[in-house]
């Protein structure tokens, strides 16, 4: 299984941006899907993860209400909206697939996409 992360970019405070995660070479909705972030210095971190049906969406406490993930299944991606973005969430983000759990747990992940730079200018 291949996820190719794309999207990151620079943003300034308050504007929104959507990364894109693209699976290549599995059974999709074998996988619940994730998004994890890690900044300079600091542990890679939960962001948000979604079922493999769609029905169930995690966020870790600081993006909630700001951001939402979503997945099409029929095009193999999920995606991640960031809306109202301040300088915490500038993070090298992460997409991972978890072929057992609900994909909120860092050392659970089955595969990791190569990440994609997120800066946040104030």
């Known amino acids: 299984v291949q996820l190719q992360a794309s999207g990151g970019g620079l943003v300034q405070a308050g504007a929104s941006l959507r990364l894109s995660c693209a699976c290549s070479?599995?059974?999709?909705?074998?996988?619940?899907l994730a998004w994890f972030r890690q900044a300079p210095g600091k542990e890679r971190k939960f962001v948000a993860s979604?079922?493999?049906?769609?029905?169930?969406?995690y966020y870790a406490d600081s993006v909630k209400d700001r951001f939402t993930i979503s997945r099409d299944n029929a095009k193999n991606t999920v995606y991640l909206q960031m809306n109202k973005m301040n300088s915490e969430d500038a993070a090298v983000y992460f997409c991972?697939?978890?072929?057992?759990?609900?994909?909120?747990?860092?050392?659970?992940?089955?595969?990791w996409g190569e990440g994609t730079l997120v800066t946040v200018s104030s």
């Open positions: 991972g697939a978890d072929s057992v759990g609900a994909g909120t747990r860092v050392d659970r992940m089955d595969y």
């Open positions: 070479g599995g059974i999709f909705v074998r996988y619940a």
């Open positions: 979604i079922s493999r049906s769609g029905s169930d969406e």
